[in-house]
């Protein structure tokens, strides 16, 4: 029997799952398959609609080495395997003559710890562990959780906190959840052999395709022991996203409460002399930390220099006689010694990388202001460290001995892929170098007919916006433009101020259009209300840039409040421009203008989610039409038919609505 061709795969397979067979997705897949024969790197940006999944499913099944597909969110894990993988393996055993297993894993803090469930939560303050059953009221939202979680623990195949539904407040699930550090091992634990997060582990050794996120291959990739099996393909999907998750993996951070949590811990473990070392210097740091720092700390302050060693010391001194010390009196000694070993390794390692002062590492102070204005105590402080670029730790650890393919609608800014190549740590497309990994780029475009389906309108006519000032002229615009959509908006704000402040007005202007805005529900009920109702609009920030997904005429006009750049304080950001100047480069266009361009990209794709859709992105700030950069932007998003004219656009906006609302009638009668 001959080898079945990658076009009768993909046919089968598209089949299977009840979808349409596309030009973009054939070339996809085409380009997958070369890319894993080869052992080459390939990005390709796949515009929504594609069906890019099977695209890079089909030919890695196909070639049958072992794969793992690293995603940004939830919703796509679970469409891989709840829909996308069971049906495609099912529609390919009879061509491929084997059925390819696959696993889901993720971090150990997802799956429910029975240690924690049935032996108790070790204590901060006192000596043991604590019944949380009993310690919480029964009647109390954090005591019912709990209920529900032991309830759950016994129905369970998976321990996997995203399959209880509905779920439980994050301080309910740390009650029966462990990090790696506080894990005791499967060999030491009374309750290894029943362990959820091993299983999973094993099912994921066992699979052909592994299916994780991009924060546990950042894990794998940044500490030394790997936590993915040995793998020949990986698949990284949702890759705009890459980067910074990888940033927020090998960003650590040092409050005075973590340090406080880590002295009570480790308190009743230690000889006096440790306890008393790590005491004083938490309360040295504590004090600092009540201080008014700048924002990045590009030299550490003496003082605070003279904390932090003192802090690295003591924790040192702990960290041996924490493992010198018994006391049989603590109940479940292991447990308790595990969890204050982890808290304290944690501040030590923070402290110390601080304290080692790299020139590739970015360290700045931060003071969180609550809702409603009033002082925060300290423990709204927080000393972070990041590192200044993850390129080449990504061109290191991502690039060797296996075959990358890296996906998402928005990889192609400004019209070629190198922006975000330069970003993992890739050199220009084509350039050769024996530290540089080969790869190519791929844009097998979208399936909608962008300047037939929507409008790219920039409000030239009004007044470049100024940092946090009144913006009168952009509400007025606002306002009229969702009463000639009759609502059926999406409203992406640079900053959250910005957001309340649009609905605040927009409700006491428009009273007949429902205003929801981020934040007062949560997400998932927020874009289910959205969708409902057509005369609804939605209000928000940053996951509203990505994270919504509703088709057809609840979504006809997009607004975004002004070109989303980093703000200028933002200790990071600002440090990756510097560097990049110093080095010769345009930093503004490097970073700035890179976060603008994948962010407008993202949220100028909210607006056609389906071949029917009709509408409008608007972009109510001149800059995108007055400045330079402004071609740069617009290359990075859809090819919508572009205007200036406030008047086309008012009527384009009428038309729309007045044809969804035939549609809507028509559908009723």
């Not at 304290?344 to 809702?371: C, L």
């Not at 300290?378 to 460290?385: C, K, N, P, Y």
């Not at 874009?527 to 509203?544: M, Y």
């Not at 480069?585 to 100028?604: D, E, I, P, R």
């Amino acid at each position: 029997m001959t080898q079945p061709s990658l076009p009768e795969l993909l046919h089968a397979a598209v089949t299977a799952v009840g979808g349409t067979e596309r030009p973009g997705q054939v070339a996809m897949a085409e380009a997958v398959a070369e890319a894993i024969d080869d052992g080459a790197h390939l990005l390709v940006q796949a515009g929504t609609g594609t069906g890019k999944s099977l695209g890079y499913l089909v030919p890695a099944l196909a070639h049958g080495e072992r794969v793992v597909v690293a995603t940004a969110t939830l919703a796509l894990q679970r469409q891989l395997v709840e829909r996308d993988l069971p049906r495609t393996v099912e529609a390919l055993h009879p061509l491929l003559r084997r059925r390819p297993e696959f696993a889901m894993l993720k971090g150990r803090s997802n799956y429910l710890c029975l240690h924690r469930l049935h032996e108790g939560v070790p204590q901060d303050e006192e000596e043991g562990l604590f019944d949380q059953f009993e310690a919480a009221a029964p009647t109390s939202k954090l005591g019912q959780d709990l209920l529900r979680l032991r309830d759950w623990s016994d129905e369970t195949e998976t321990g996997d906190r995203d399959d209880l539904t509905p779920g439980v407040s994050d301080r309910a699930w740390s009650q029966v959840s462990v990090s790696s550090r506080e894990c005791l091992g499967a060999t030491k634990c009374a309750y290894g052999a029943e362990c959820f997060a091993e299983a999973a582990r094993e099912r994921a050794k066992l699979a052909e395709v592994i299916v994780t996120n991009h924060a546990l291959l950042a894990i794998d990739a940044i500490e030394g022991a790997p936590v993915l099996p040995q793998h020949e393909v990986l698949i990284v999907d949702e890759a705009h996203e890459l980067v910074s998750r990888v940033t927020g993996v090998a960003t650590g951070e040092l409050t005075p409460g973590q340090v406080n949590r880590a002295v009570r811990r480790a308190a009743k473990l230690v000889n006096e002399k440790a306890a008393d070392q790590l005491q004083t210097a938490a309360e040295g740091f504590e004090r600092l930390m009540e201080l008014a720092l700048p924002g990045r700390l590009e030299e550490i302050p003496e003082d605070l220099g003279y904390a932090l060693m003192a802090l690295r010391d003591a924790c040192r001194t702990v960290i041996s006689a924490i493992g010198s010390t018994r006391d049989k009196s603590v109940q479940d000694e292991d447990a308790v010694r595990k969890q204050a070993l982890a808290s304290v390794e944690s501040v030590h390692d923070v402290a110390e990388r601080i304290t080692n002062g790299s020139e590739w590492d970015v360290v700045w102070y931060e003071r969180h202001e609550p809702r409603g204005g009033a002082a925060y105590r300290h423990s709204g402080a927080s000393l972070r460290v990041a590192p200044m670029s993850v390129s080449g730790l990504l061109r290191e650890k991502l690039f060797t001995d296996r075959s990358v393919v890296l996906t998402s609608a928005t990889l192609k800014l400004g019209g070629d892929f190198n922006g975000v190549g330069a970003s993992l740590g890739l050199g220009p497309e084509g350039a050769e170098g024996d530290d540089l990994p080969q790869w190519k780029g791929v844009d097998v475009g979208s399936p909608f007919d962008y300047p037939r389906q929507g409008i790219l309108y920039v409000a030239k006519h009004l007044a470049r916006p100024a940092r946090d000032g009144d913006r009168k002229d952009m509400l007025d615009e606002l306002t009229e433009l969702i009463q000639a959509a009759g609502g059926r908006t999406l409203g992406l704000f640079s900053s959250m101020r910005g957001a309340q402040l649009a609905a605040e007005e927009l409700r006491s202007r428009i009273p007949e259009y429902p205003i929801l805005l981020q934040g007062e529900e949560t997400l998932g009920e927020l874009i289910k209300n959205f969708a409902a109702d057509p005369r609804t609009c939605l209000l928000g920030t940053l996951s509203l840039w990505q994270g919504v997904d509703v088709p057809g005429p609840s979504c006809q006009l997009v607004v975004m409040d002004k070109i989303p750049f980093p703000r200028p304080d933002d200790p990071l950001m600002s440090a990756r421009q510097k560097a990049v100047e110093e080095a010769g480069g345009n930093g503004f266009m490097a970073v700035a203008a890179t976060h603008a361009a994948l962010l407008m990209a993202q949220g100028a794709g909210r607006l056609v989610r389906a071949s029917g859709d009709r509408g409008v992105v608007a972009v109510l700030d001149p800059r995108l039409a007055t400045a330079r950069y402004g071609s740069y932007l617009k290359a990075s998003m859809p090819d919508f038919w572009y205007t200036t004219d406030r008047n086309q656009v008012r009527k384009s906006l009428a038309a729309i609505d007045a044809a969804a609302k035939q549609t809507e009638a028509a559908a009723t009668e």
